[in-house]
């Protein structure tokens, strides 16, 4: 046995060697694999959770690969400090839709993150019931008569309240501050992702139960229940301009959504540089090419599918 | 003595509901999630100062930045070789046939042509369902913090063998380690490291050392001493002693430490993904947020069929070892002219897959990925549309009848009368030590602020570990008591334990809806597997004399079991208590995602909030606190009840 074990170990190690050293040696097809073309390098663009963001992103990928020859990963992770983190650390060039509102400025006082602009989306947040009690209840959209109907939204884990389906963790959120400075007698539940609303509106609707949840645009869920903007409840407007005055927030203002880039790519200043810079488009453009994807085609061919269709748009943002 | 003890302990639950329900909502330490105490403000603005001194400070200058660098680029470097491509090249240095054909020559070198079969039909698996880079990205991370963890954790655990020092130093950081959530520390790793490869195999590693220490070190200690001291009496050095008659003789123990270790780290591929690890991971994640079930559960398979391809790989390599016939001289020579032919394949197989693009890249028509996600999209379509009355019955009936009043008593009633209960406790299951230990856990967790929300994570871990121990108590019995039960649970209890809890997080929440019970419900899941397993091996430990003398004392199957098996299997079933308790809470704050709130919302809020930074990294103590306090009693109770 013992020799056996010896011997054996020498063919393995044999074998072994001999298939590291062909790997190293011996002509690949890489060999034939030429250098990207045109001027631009390799990047790294920023996957974020939401079905917008991908939209957004993937039209961006394709066009840097098929137009300008870049080579583009595409790294998932979560928005927000790890994001800016990733930039300063030089793995993440780009982020193309940041709804932060300026939570990114530790890191553009130190220079390793550089805003590129407003990508033409206008983020909008706020708080839904399902649209068939829209319907049924015609004032419960005036957000002084919720409270009336606080009853109907009690479920085993509202503590008698009525429940309040608060957004995403790493989404702006002011659920707490907007029930206490409307009076309201609801109690917030932190629903931590997207897929908890989308399962909550979903469902509400089509089981004609009650349900209020934060909801934003563009967002494809509103492509799935068409009627949803009929159940935007409206708030009091406040006073935006002291966010340090936590307590009197009663809604959420319009978010123009902002582009982030590297400083290495800022200071690459080249084609990919341009088109990072120059990417601009509407809120339907971007729900049309996230429909798609939920629809079932990949990122890549919803966003060729845009890119095909748009050519003139595509060329404004190549500068060409 | 025994009887008083439930008395107390009956006595001061009733104590402290009275109290609870006397002081109800005063002194309850709730504040507002999104607030921050002077303390979670505190750790925020010096966890930002930390991130601002990534690139100045000497201590990141000088060590963390190093250490990230040269961990990167090993990742890199094996990604390179089996996963993705380098820059400016096309395809891996190894394409898909070379990987599978080494891998197979490697695992036939090491046990038996059946096992490197199945490694074959399991690699090929993951590749037909459309998830081939996936697993590579997945094996190259495996094998790069498997081989760091093994070349600190076999010299540790050799050492921590041999002195008994190193061991008593040691040992309170083990059990830390196993009780550790993953969820809680990865924010911390990723704070120094940053997201990525470094972070992702750091974060790993912490979970699998332990193993490998542990299993090496109980390895040499428990070697025959015989051999031992007759080689020091023959006068080895202690070195010689150590090269040529322990470690040699530990051999075994040590590869099945090796198993243990990567089955560690396999578990861990999903996670990671969450600080950026390339891998199964990604797909698994990115298919919850957007609530494709049946893409999770394509990546999730792929997971499982990982798992057993190193589980079995590894294992049979440790079994090898064991065999005591010696082969005939034919064998041997049959042995190794099959090893040279099939060495020869795994040549030509390499080579084939750097110069033919089909064997280099994954072909994609060969796919069965749409049909898995379909199937499986359809099953959860009918289930959703079918059960879903039942299941919200369910949950809305535990949820009033044990859930909601629980929480309520829990973080309702004031912090000082719980802190109360919880030493209470401690000192009557455990005696005074645990008593003062929990004391000073709880009280800590009082001081961090977040009292309130450790209440609500505390209240659905125990809900949890309930459920958990009704049902893997019953089918631990049956799986004890009868072989073909076994036989036929067997391979869903493996499944159980590889597959990630992220993949069935999503059909939870069609199931229950964002709720508190999603998150129970997927822990319930997950803790279910090891309570089985460890009861059923109780129930079979129980000395057959004793059911043979009750059998023919004529007890009924009922009375044996009430009355013989489980009183006899007490510990164990404390153990598996213990352990369901550690592995509910682990999940538990998973559903931080699915809207369970609680502390595991604020490590995830925290991730993505600069301002809610400090109150994440926090809450992600007060989280281990918690587990700490639960394994200490349990352990404690288990010792006395021996």
Redesign the interface.
């Known amino acids: ?1 013992k ?2 074990f010896g ?2 170990s020498a ?2 190690s ?3 060697a ?2 590291l050293i ?2 190293g040696c ?5 060999s034939s ?1 030429g ?2 073309s045109g001027d631009c390098g ?1 990047y790294a663009i920023a996957m974020h ?3 917008g963001y991908t939209a957004s992103a993937s039209v961006v990928a394709e066009v840097a690969k098929k137009e300008l020859g870049c ?1 583009i990963t595409q ?9 800016y ?2 930039m ?2 030089g ?1 993440i060039d780009v982020v193309i839709e940041d709804w932060g509102g300026g ?1 990114w400025k ?1 890191w553009t006082d ?1 220079g ?1 993150v550089v805003e590129a602009g407003l990508n033409g989306n206008v983020g909008l947040i706020g708080m839904y019931v399902a649209p068939w009690m829209a319907a049924k209840y015609p004032d419960i959209t005036d957000s002084k008569n919720l409270n009336k109907y606080a009853a109907l939204f009690k ?3 509202s ?1 008698g309240k009525g429940a309040w ?1 608060e957004g995403p ?2 989404y702006t ?2 659920g ?2 907007m029930v206490s400075a409307n009076k309201l007698n609801f109690k ?13 509106f979903t ?1 509400a609707e089509a089981n004609k139960t009650a349900f209020i949840g934060y909801a934003w645009q563009p967002w494809t869920l509103f492509a799935k229940i068409p009627n949803l903007e009929s159940g935007h409840v409206h708030f009091p407007a406040n006073d935006w301009t002291d966010p340090a005055k936590a307590s009197g927030l009663t809604d959420y203002p319009a978010t123009p959504l902002v582009k982030l880039i590297s400083k290495k790519l800022n200071d690459a200043n080249d084609s990919f540089t341009t088109l990072v810079k120059n990417f601009k488009w509407t809120n339907e453009d971007q729900n049309g090419v996230a429909a798609d994807i ?1 629809g079932g085609m990949t990122p890549e061919a919803a966003a060729q599918k845009w890119i095909d269709a748009h050519a003139d748009v595509v060329k404004t943002w190549l500068g060409k | 003595m025994k009887v008083r003890k439930s008395y107390l302990l009956l006595g001061s639950i009733t104590i402290w509901i009275l109290l609870g329900r006397l002081l109800h909502g005063k002194n309850t330490l709730q504040i507002d999630t999104y607030e921050n105490t002077s303390f979670t403000s505190y750790v925020g603005k010096k966890a930002l100062e930390l991130r601002g001194n990534r690139t100045g400070s000497p201590a990141f200058i000088y060590f963390f930045n190093p250490i990230r660098g040269v961990i990167d680029g090993f990742v890199q470097i094996i990604r390179n070789t089996i996963a993705v491509p380098a820059p400016n090249s096309i395809i891996p240095v190894i394409g898909w046939l070379g990987v599978v054909a080494i891998i197979a020559f490697a695992v036939f070198a090491t046990s038996q042509w059946k096992t490197a079969l199945l490694s074959v039909s399991l690699l090929l698996g993951c590749g037909a369902l459309g998830m081939w880079q996936f697993t590579m990205d997945s094996i190259a991370m495996t094998l790069a913090a498997v081989l760091l963890s093994l070349a600190i954790g076999i010299p540790l655990g050799i050492w921590a063998g041999l002195s008994d020092r190193v061991l008593k130093i040691l040992t309170p950081f083990l059990d830390l380690a196993q009780i550790l959530p993953t969820l809680v520390y990865m924010a911390p790793i990723a704070l120094v490291f940053m997201i990525g490869a470094a972070s992702a195999t750091i974060a790993t590693m912490i979970y699998s050392i332990p193993i490998a220490i542990r299993i090496t070190s109980h390895a040499i200690r428990n070697l025959n001493q015989s051999p031992v001291e007759a080689a020091e009496s023959m006068g080895s050095t202690q070195k010689q002693t150590l090269t040529k008659v322990q470690i040699p003789m530990a051999k075994q123990m040590i590869v099945l430490g090796i198993n243990q270790t990567v089955m560690a780290a396999v578990s861990f591929v999903v996670v990671a993904a969450l600080i950026g690890a390339p891998g199964l991971g990604k797909p698994v994640i990115s298919a919850l947020i957007i609530r494709n079930v049946g893409q999770g559960f394509v990546a999730g398979f792929a997971v499982v069929f990982l798992a057993i391809l190193m589980d079995r790989s590894t294992s049979a390599a440790a079994r090898r070892q064991n065999s005591f016939i010696p082969p005939t001289e034919k064998q041997i020579k049959f042995k190794r002219m099959t090893l040279i032919g099939t060495g020869i394949l795994a040549i030509v197989g390499v080579f084939l897959s750097r110069t033919m693009l089909w064997a280099a890249v994954w072909p994609k028509e060969i796919t069965i990925a749409p049909q898995v996600e379909r199937i499986t999209n359809d099953v959860t379509a009918w289930v959703l549309e079918n059960l879903t009355i039942f299941t919200v019955g369910f949950k809305d009936f535990i949820s009033y009848s044990i859930l909601n009043p629980l929480e309520s008593q829990l973080s309702a009633s004031p912090w000082y009368v719980t802190v109360a209960m919880i030493v209470a406790l401690a000192l009557i299951i455990g005696g005074t030590r645990t008593a003062i230990l929990a004391f000073v856990l709880a009280m800590a967790i009082v001081l961090s602020g977040l009292w309130y929300e450790a209440m609500l994570t505390l209240t659905q871990t125990i809900v949890g570990c309930l459920l958990t121990m009704i049902i893997g108590i019953a089918l631990g019995i049956w799986t004890g008591r009868n072989d073909r039960a076994e036989r036929i649970l067997r391979p869903f209890l493996d499944a159980g334990q590889t597959l990630p809890a992220f993949v069935y997080l999503v059909p939870m929440l069609g199931l229950f809806g964002p709720t508190r019970f999603t998150a129970i419900a997927t822990g319930i899941v997950y803790a279910i597997p090891v309570v089985v397993k460890i009861v059923c091996e109780g129930i079979r430990a129980v000395p057959h004399s004793l059911v043979e003398a009750a059998t023919a004392a004529g007890s009924t199957t009922r009375q044996i079991i009430t009355k013989v098996q489980l009183p006899a299997s007490k510990k164990t079933i404390l153990l598996a208590t213990n352990q369901g308790l550690i592995y509910v809470l682990a999940v538990v704050v998973i559903g931080g995602f699915v809207g369970a709130g609680g502390l595991g919302y604020l490590v995830i809020v925290g991730n993505s909030k600069p301002e809610l930074q400090g109150k994440g990294l926090i809450a992600g103590a007060a989280i281990l606190l918690l587990g700490v306090i639960f394994d200490r009693i349990m352990q404690a109770g288990a010792r006395r009840s021996s």
């Open positions: 046995m020799s056996l011997r054996r063919i393995v044999v074998v072994i001999a298939a062909l790997s011996s002509k690949s097809v890489n694999a250098g990207a390799s959770a939401w079905g080579t790294t998932t992770l979560d928005e927000g400090p790890t994001t983190d990733a300063e650390a793995t939570r530790d130190r390793s479920t085993a884990d503590g389906f963790a790493g959120t002011i707490e501050k917030v539940i932190f629903s931590g992702s997207e897929a908890a609303l989308v399962d909550g469902k939920e």
